[in-house]
């Protein structure tokens, strides 16, 4: 007999009594799935472009978009016009004869794709309505929505002014589509070759308050300047050139206003004449500073490198005078910025402006100004945190990526709650007036300063520098950045819920809204949990649970660093990982990134085994204990206590040897089949199972069931009867050859007695279900409220006879805050 025979012939003896559920999920012929299929049968073949190592290939191309470009502000009437010199290079290896625009200021138009595709009461929408009406329930429709429509009624939106006309000002041929416009060139663009050409455009500014739009202007009419003030923030705003690449061509989907913005590397010169009195902020430097700062800001500006805190460019007692001004003057302000993919801006005068210099050091950008605009509504807030943030966030994005490459770093306060463009962003929170003339902010409006200032800088490496496509993969942008912004936040307060752990994404994971992080961006259902949490957990469990830091942090790193100022794809960032690691990650790749799969591992019974000796004066003699401990019969214990004498009590002169002896006695022949045996074993093996037996250990049987489908790690604690613990992590790689459910022999020394086993003890999986991790069960604690039944709201129940006596009062009278 072998060794591996005689160790079927455990005894079994229940530690923890369930029945195992393994059956449950038994698979059926023909419905196996393969869990850890290769991913490389789904991703884009590599080429020359993109090589199989998830890097840019040798023949990697893209275009370069370079724009001259003169903007006026017209305050009054909230409107824009400007003229704009494009030169477009074209650096891929094919002719082109038409080159196409994103004209982002027509989707608003009533006739647009974005808002006639729009449903009521829809999933995903932001608000506009609740429900489907019914013939017993009506339709809800939200005072934003209502304003929102009655805006459209009032104002004519989209661009009303827009030519194009080549270097001599001829007009080219432009067809409108959508959002968008093809350019017909007189002659095709061959590879290699440039061209350049002039549009000039106008439009008016959308109020952003009552047109969600990720720009527009915000108006303050409480200002002490007659009609008030207004903040500029201004975004998507000129006609921009769409992306080609090597894997889509034209990138021409038209903007619906959920999957972002696929833009080109170019450089920018822009010149913004706005009234004398405001501020600008914006993408770029400054090329003018002697113009449009007076000498004392510029004596700031200077103080404000090497200063500990920041320093006021303008202070608050300067911005508050300025809104009392009106004038009829103008400035030009002029900003250059080179290898950008995008240009935005901000102006008024309620802004103050704040700066202090960063050394970061390196061969790249060794010195970085960050900086803040915003008006007294930002209070202490933005004056404590806004551009500490800024910094803070380069310091820590950096380390996981590279040197912040631009000269500036800049958060804007106004309308847009948060919003990235290359060098400055748009965030919202503010403070609030009280009569007393002062202003507070609680610590929910602190803490998204701090977390909405570090999310949208650190957009500018995630995708203004690594420049994903947001339109097609919104996760590949907020979902990276989102993990960075939590490692950042808990680097800032750990205290602060950042929301991208992954206990945070498990209601979402089991929910019926989940589609494939993998779904197009205007396709998915919900954005903020399938594009930003999801993605952001995924990543911080492969980094803590899956490949550790080191691993994950190198490979991380390689990838920024590979497409850094390139244009990756999901399929680069997939192989790199792996490339760089030396980890196979298609499993995870697929189960996370793919399905809509979640995560919940049972772990459904424990069984305790001891090795059988062979002898059977030991084993037959434990059989007969274990029999000794099982419950006696109630029938035979009631007997007994109501004095009721069996049939051998009462007749004891009667027996035979079957009475003397049980089932459990030991023969010789038996004895002999045991010594046989033992002489049968190879050498080894005799020395192998001698030393089992004497040393007696715990074998203990763990059944697990995947109910989620998605196949994780199966993280264990395991506690004893003498009061210690111990932790195992079983690979995922388990559930290789049986996706649905799976044994694991764990070992123990004799005395090393297991009591209880926990799954996931400290939530690194998101595992949607954690009651079911434990073995035994626990008791599940929850809450109960008592509540008084409320009275019938119907319209009969109104009485209408007793409240039409009520008096009318006069409306209160509102104090706005200064």
Same mark, same amino acid.
């Given at each position: 007999?072998? /060794?591996?025979?005689?160790?079927i012939?455990?005894?079994?003896?229940a530690?923890l009594?369930?029945?195992a559920?393994?059956s449950?999920?038994k698979?059926t012929?023909?419905?196996?799935e393969?869990?850890?299929?290769?991913?490389?049968?789904?991703?884009?073949t590599?080429?020359?472009?993109?090589?199989?190592a998830?890097?840019?290939?040798?023949?990697?191309?893209?275009?370069?978009v370079?724009?001259?470009?003169q903007?006026k502000?017209?305050? #009054?009437?909230?409107r824009?016009?400007?003229?704009?010199q494009?030169?477009?290079h074209?650096?891929s290896?094919?002719?082109?004869?038409?080159?196409?625009?994103?004209?982002e200021?027509?989707?608003?138009?009533?006739d647009?794709?974005s808002?006639?595709?729009?449903d009521?009461?829809?999933?995903?929408?932001?608000?506009?309505s609740?429900?489907?009406p019914?013939a017993?329930?009506?339709?809800?429709?939200?005072?934003g929505? &209502?304003?929102?429509?009655?805006?459209?009624?009032d104002?004519?939106?989209g661009?009303?002014?827009?030519?194009?006309?080549?270097?001599?000002g001829?007009?080219?041929?432009?067809t409108?589509?959508?959002?968008?416009?093809?350019i017909d060139?007189p002659?095709?663009?061959?590879?290699g070759?440039e061209t350049?050409?002039?549009i000039?455009?106008?439009?008016?500014?959308?109020?952003?308050n009552?047109?969600?739009?990720?720009?527009?202007?915000?108006?303050?009419?409480d200002?002490?300047r007659?009609?008030?003030?207004? +903040?500029? &923030?201004?975004?998507?705003?000129?006609?921009?050139?769409?992306a080609f690449?090597?894997?889509?061509a034209w990138?021409?989907?038209?903007?619906l206003?959920?999957?972002?913005?696929?833009?080109?590397?170019g450089?920018?010169?822009?010149e913004m004449?706005?009234?004398?009195?405001?501020?600008?902020?914006?993408?770029?430097?400054?090329q003018?500073a002697?113009?449009v700062?007076?000498?004392?800001?510029?004596?700031?500006?200077e103080?404000?490198?090497?200063?500990?805190?920041?320093?006021?460019?303008v202070?608050?007692e300067?911005?508050?005078?300025?809104?009392k001004?009106?004038?009829?003057?103008?400035?030009?302000?002029?900003?250059s910025?080179e290898?950008?993919?995008d240009?935005?801006w901000?102006s008024?005068?309620?802004f103050?402006?704040?700066?202090?210099?960063?050394?970061?050091?390196?061969?790249e950008?060794?010195f970085?100004?960050?900086?803040?605009?915003f008006p007294?509504?930002?209070?202490d807030l933005?004056?404590?945190?806004?551009?500490?943030?800024v910094?803070?966030?380069?310091d820590?994005?950096?380390?996981?990526?590279?040197?912040?490459?631009?000269?500036?770093?800049?958060?804007?306060?106004?309308p847009v709650?948060?919003?990235?463009?290359?060098?400055?962003?748009?965030?919202?929170? *503010?403070t609030?007036?009280?009569?007393?003339?002062?202003r507070?902010?609680?610590?929910?409006?602190? *803490?998204?300063l701090?977390?909405?200032? +570090?999310? #949208?800088?650190?957009?500018?490496?995630?995708?203004m520098i690594?420049?994903?496509? #947001?339109?097609?993969?919104?996760?590949?942008?907020?979902?990276?950045?989102?993990?960075?912004?939590?490692?950042?936040?808990r680097?800032?307060?750990?205290?602060i819920?950042?929301g991208?752990?992954p *206990?945070?994404?498990?209601?979402?994971?089991?929910?019926?809204?989940?589609?494939p992080?993998m779904?197009?961006?205007?396709?998915?259902?919900?954005?903020?949990?399938?594009?930003?949490?999801?993605?952001?957990?995924a990543?911080?469990?492969l980094r803590?649970?899956?490949m550790?830091r080191?691993?994950?942090?190198?490979?991380?790193?390689?990838?920024?660093?590979?497409?850094?100022?390139?244009?990756?794809?999901?399929?680069?960032f997939?192989?790199?990982?792996?490339?760089?690691?030396?980890?196979d990650?298609?499993?995870?790749?697929?189960?996370w990134f793919?399905?809509?799969?979640?995560?919940?591992?049972?772990?459904?019974s424990?069984y305790?085994?001891?090795?059988?000796?062979k002898n059977?004066?030991?084993? &037959?003699?434990?059989r007969?204990?274990e029999?000794?401990?099982?419950?006696?019969?109630y029938?035979?214990?009631?007997?007994?206590?109501?004095?009721?004498?069996?049939w051998l009590?009462?007749?004891?002169?009667?027996s035979?040897?079957?009475?003397?002896?049980?089932?459990w006695?030991?023969t010789?022949?038996?004895r002999? #089949?045991?010594k046989?045996?033992?002489?049968?074993?190879?050498?080894?093996e005799r020395?192998?199972?001698?030393?089992a037996v004497?040393?007696?250990?715990?074998y203990?049987?763990l059944n697990?069931?995947?109910?989620g489908?998605l196949v994780?790690?199966? &993280?264990?604690?395991?506690?004893?009867?003498?009061?210690?613990?111990?932790?195992?992590?079983?690979?995922?790689?388990?559930?290789?050859?049986?996706?649905?459910?799976v044994?694991?022999l764990?070992?123990?020394p004799?005395?090393?007695?297991?009591?209880?086993?926990e799954?996931d003890?400290h939530?690194?999986?998101?595992?949607?279900?954690?009651?079911?991790?434990?073995?035994?069960?626990?008791?599940?604690?929850?809450?109960?409220?008592?509540?008084?039944?409320?009275?019938?709201?119907?319209?009969?129940?109104?009485? +209408?006879?007793?409240?039409?006596?009520?008096? /009318?009062?006069?409306?209160?009278v509102?104090?706005?805050?200064?």
């Open positions: 007999m072998s /060794l591996k025979n005689l160790f012939a455990v005894s079994l003896s530690l009594t369930t029945p559920t393994a449950a999920v698979q012929k023909g419905d196996f393969d869990k850890f299929r290769q991913l490389e049968e789904i991703l884009p590599p080429n020359d472009y993109r090589n199989a998830g890097e840019p290939g040798k023949e990697y191309w893209q275009q370069q370079d724009y001259s470009i903007v502000l017209d305050e #009054e009437k909230r824009l016009s400007a003229t704009q494009v030169t477009y074209n650096n290896p094919y002719r082109l004869k038409y080159l196409w625009l994103q004209l200021q027509n989707r608003f138009k009533q647009s794709i808002e006639l595709s729009g009521f009461g829809g999933i995903g929408r932001r608000g506009p609740t429900g489907k019914s017993d329930n009506p339709g809800k429709i939200s005072m929505e &209502l304003r929102r429509q009655q805006y459209y009624a104002n004519t939106v661009y009303d002014v827009f030519n194009v006309t080549d270097k001599r001829k007009p080219l041929k432009v409108i589509v959508g959002s968008q416009a093809r060139l002659k095709a663009l061959a590879a070759d350049s050409f002039n000039e455009f106008a439009f008016n500014i959308l109020e952003e009552a047109v969600p739009a990720r720009s527009g202007y915000e108006h303050f009419p200002d002490a007659e009609g008030g003030n207004d +903040i500029f &923030l201004l975004a998507q705003w000129f006609p921009r050139l769409a690449s090597d894997y889509e990138h021409n989907k038209e903007f206003g959920r999957g972002e913005f696929t833009l080109e590397f450089n920018y010169d822009v004449t706005v009234p004398a009195d405001h501020i600008v902020a914006s993408t770029g430097v400054l003018n002697s113009k700062l007076s000498k004392e800001q510029r004596k700031r500006l103080t404000a490198k090497t200063a500990k805190r920041p320093v006021f460019v202070t608050a300067e911005a508050l005078e300025n809104e001004s009106a004038t009829s003057k103008s400035k030009t302000w002029r900003f910025a290898n950008v993919r240009f935005a901000a008024s005068r309620k103050m402006w704040d700066a202090k210099g960063f050394e970061q050091g390196g061969d950008q060794e970085v100004m960050a900086m803040s605009y007294k509504e930002g209070g933005w004056k404590k945190y806004s551009t500490e943030s910094i803070h966030t380069m820590v994005y950096s380390r996981y990526t590279f040197d912040y490459p631009y000269p500036v770093a800049i958060s804007v306060n106004g709650g948060g919003m990235e463009y290359p060098m400055i962003s748009f965030n919202g929170p *503010r609030k007036w009280h009569k007393d003339d002062t507070t902010y609680t610590l929910a409006e602190k *803490r998204f701090i977390g909405v200032v +570090i999310h #949208e800088v650190g957009h500018n490496y995630f995708p690594v420049n994903s496509d #947001e339109r097609q993969w919104t996760w590949m942008d907020e979902g990276l950045n989102s993990f960075l912004d939590g490692i950042a936040g680097e800032w307060d750990p205290t819920p950042w991208v752990e *206990r945070d994404i498990t209601s979402y994971m089991k929910s019926d809204v989940q589609v992080v779904t197009q961006s205007d396709s998915v259902l919900k954005l903020g949990p399938n594009a930003y949490t999801k993605p952001a957990a990543l911080n469990i803590e649970v899956i550790g080191e691993l994950f942090d190198f490979a991380f790193k390689e990838y920024a660093v590979r497409w850094k100022n390139k244009r990756p794809t999901p399929s680069d997939f192989r790199t990982m792996e490339e760089a690691s030396g980890v990650l298609d499993w995870f790749w697929h189960g793919y399905t809509t799969d979640h995560v919940d591992i049972s772990i459904d424990v305790k085994l001891r090795l059988d000796t059977p004066d030991i084993d &037959l003699d434990r007969r204990q029999e000794f401990e099982k419950p006696s019969s029938h035979v214990d009631r007997n007994k206590a109501a004095g009721q004498k069996t009590e009462l007749n004891p002169d009667v035979d040897f079957h009475d003397k002896n049980d089932r006695t030991v010789n022949k038996e002999n #089949e045991y046989k045996m033992l002489n049968k074993l190879e050498p080894w020395k192998a199972f001698e030393r004497i040393e007696d250990d715990n203990y049987v697990f069931s995947n109910l489908g994780m790690p199966i &993280l264990l604690d395991l506690h004893f009867a003498d009061g210690t613990s111990e932790s195992m992590h079983i690979p995922a790689e388990i559930w290789r050859r049986a996706p649905k459910a044994s694991k764990v070992i123990t004799k005395g090393k007695d297991l009591v209880s086993v799954v003890a939530w690194e999986t998101a595992d949607v279900d954690v009651h079911n991790n434990h073995y035994p069960r626990k008791i599940i604690d929850s809450r109960i409220e008592a509540f008084k039944k409320e009275k019938s709201e119907k319209m009969e129940a109104r009485d +209408i006879m007793h409240d039409s006596k009520t008096e /009318l009062k006069e409306p209160e509102k104090v706005y805050k200064k």
